[in-house]
């Protein structure tokens, strides 16, 4: 029987084309998928060799799917601290934090990363979920909060990899070189109006910049592209393969509402706020005091080199019995060897501890490692 053709799923306006999408069909993107209602590239040559362009050149990353939330209003701060359990009080205007959007019940809603645009406005950038929808239905057990809550009209794109510090110097002269990690900066670049951050979803060295004009997609790339020329830059989807040696995780596939930060090793983002601060800081206490039961882990799988990205999560068994889930794998070249991510019960979590995994390429054997699988100290991107 013949596979479905792709090609026949039904297209329209309600799927959005990033400013970035007229400039990047010069470069023959291979595929794309839809996430936070707009078409995402998803590759332009094999996974592997964007992988060896990423660690050795730079890479140009249309990212404009990370939709921004914004908070901003009288009362933004005391909005957007509802939404985390990070202490907003500790991010400086001009800084960036990594954060999580979590429910009353402790469930994560999103890891956005946050940057402070000034003392009451806040933007989220946004893995694929519905946190805008999320954020006005908690508006409307607070009415009292002059607070306003949408989507802001920017457009990121990541520039990543060890040449990207010469790519944005060339494009915008020596003052990008001072932004600090996890910090931000305005530029003007020839009536481009744009916000660059120091952060980015590799951990590579890396910068994101937030187009603020959409209008002037096409130009940005552009100029970008000139800029990077002599540094062999070149476009590409996300990198799969360093982001789960990175140990970073994808929100939907790795975790969703159902997780907390302690099952996902990220209680070191769950702060000591007041029980008012933030609608998740009660039931988060209760899970830190309890204790979880099942956590996700980095895991070894044997056997020949993965073709690809799992399309399904795969069941892990102990015996005959299934108990747990990866949801991340895929085979590392630099490693050489296939690397993810699995979810376990904690009697099961320890390292060295071995399952069952039934792969879309039959069984292999997988083994709890420590993770991040490269560079456990983060050294490398904040470098």
């Given amino acids: 029987m013949a596979e479905f053709d792709m090609g026949l799923v039904q297209r329209g306006a309600r799927n959005r084309r990033t400013p970035y999408f007229e400039a990047e069909q010069r470069h023959s993107p291979l595929g794309y998928t839809v996430y936070n209602h707009m078409y995402f590239p998803i590759r332009f ?10 660690l050795n050149d730079v890479t140009v990353w249309d990212v404009s799917v990370e939709r921004c939330l914004e908070i901003s209003g009288p009362d933004g ?8 359990c990070r202490d907003l009080g500790k991010c400086a205007v001009g800084q960036a934090k990594y954060v999580l959007i979590c429910d009353s ?36 057990a607070y009415p009292d909060l002059n607070v306003t809550i949408r989507e802001a009209e920017v457009a990121p794109m990541q ?36 916000v660059v951050t120091r952060t980015g979803w590799t951990s590579e060295v890396g910068y994101e910049i937030y187009l603020e004009d959409t209008s002037k ?3 940005l790339w552009d100029k970008v592209m000139a800029a990077g020329a002599p540094f062999n830059v070149r476009p590409t989807g996300p990198s799969d393969i360093r982001r789960i040696e990175g140990g970073i995780f994808n929100w939907g596939a790795d975790m969703t509402y159902e997780n ?12 000591d706020l007041s029980e008012d601060a933030s609608i998740s800081v009660s039931a988060l206490r209760r899970i830190s005091s309890a204790g979880v039961e099942r956590q996700i882990n980095g895991v070894e799988i044997d056997g020949d080199p993965f073709p690809a990205l799992n399309n399904v999560k795969w ?31 904690r009697g099961k979590s320890s390292m060295g501890s071995t399952v069952a995994i039934d792969t879309e390429w039959g069984r292999r054997m997988g083994t ?14 904040v470098s």
């Fill in 77 to 84: 701060f005391r909005f957007a601290q509802l939404l985390t």
């Fill in 315 to 345: 069941p892990a068994l102990d015996g005959d019995t299934v108990v747990g889930k990866v949801t991340s794998a895929i085979y590392s070249p630099r490693l050489d060897r296939n690397i993810g991510y699995c979810w376990l019960p």
């Fill in 159 to 194: 520039i990543q990899g060890p040449k990207s510090k010469d790519l944005m110097q060339a494009l915008l002269g020596d003052d990008v070189l001072d932004i600090k990690y996890y910090f931000w900066k305005r530029f003007d670049l020839g009536g481009i109006p744009v």
């Fill in 105 to 140: 019940d402790g469930g994560i809603i999103n890891d956005p990363v946050l940057t402070r645009m000034d003392e009451n406005t806040f933007w989220f950038a946004l893995a694929s979920s519905d946190a805008l929808l999320f954020a006005r239905g908690v508006k409307n």
């Fill in 45 to 54: 040559d094999t996974f592997e060799a964007e992988f060896d362009a990423l």
């Fill in 260 to 271: 907390n930060p302690y099952e996902m090793g990220l209680g070191r983002l769950v702060d």
């Fill in 217 to 219: 997609g096409t130009e």
């Fill in 368 to 381: 709890v490692v420590e993770m991040p699988f490269v560079d456990p100290d983060k050294r490398i991107p």
